[in-house]
């Protein structure tokens, strides 16, 4: 059952969410702490790139499955034109200033 962006517990959370399935990408970059990190299966990765590459440029959308540990990891089916669809799983820091300095995303 898909837990609606909404729904979602964790603000930043969901402001990240929102913003990947409209494609906003100011909206996603204002979401990112400065000097924010990420890892993709484990080994980390250019943000830049990373989110031009498999969010932006490919159309990416996630359709949350389940939350835990209050809405900062997310199990989530998300699909891009360059991959098709698979079963992710993401997990979020985020700082007191309710910006994400990491997130860490990989097949679930």
Do not use: C
Request: net charge negative; aromatic share 8%.
């Amino acid at each position: 059952m898909t837990i609606k962006p909404a729904k979602l517990s964790d603000p930043a959370v969901r402001a990240f969410v929102n913003a990947v399935n409209s494609h906003d990408r100011e909206g996603f970059m204002r979401l990112l702490a400065p000097g924010a990190t990420m890892s993709d299966d484990g080994s980390d990765r250019d943000l830049a790139d990373w989110i031009e590459r498999e969010i932006f440029s490919s159309h990416g959308h996630m359709d949350v499955q389940s939350e835990s540990d209050g809405g900062r990891q997310l199990v989530a089916d998300y699909r891009n034109d360059t991959w098709g669809e698979m079963r992710t799983a993401w997990r979020f820091t985020v700082e007191e200033d309710g910006r994400i300095s990491r997130f860490d995303t990989g097949q679930a």
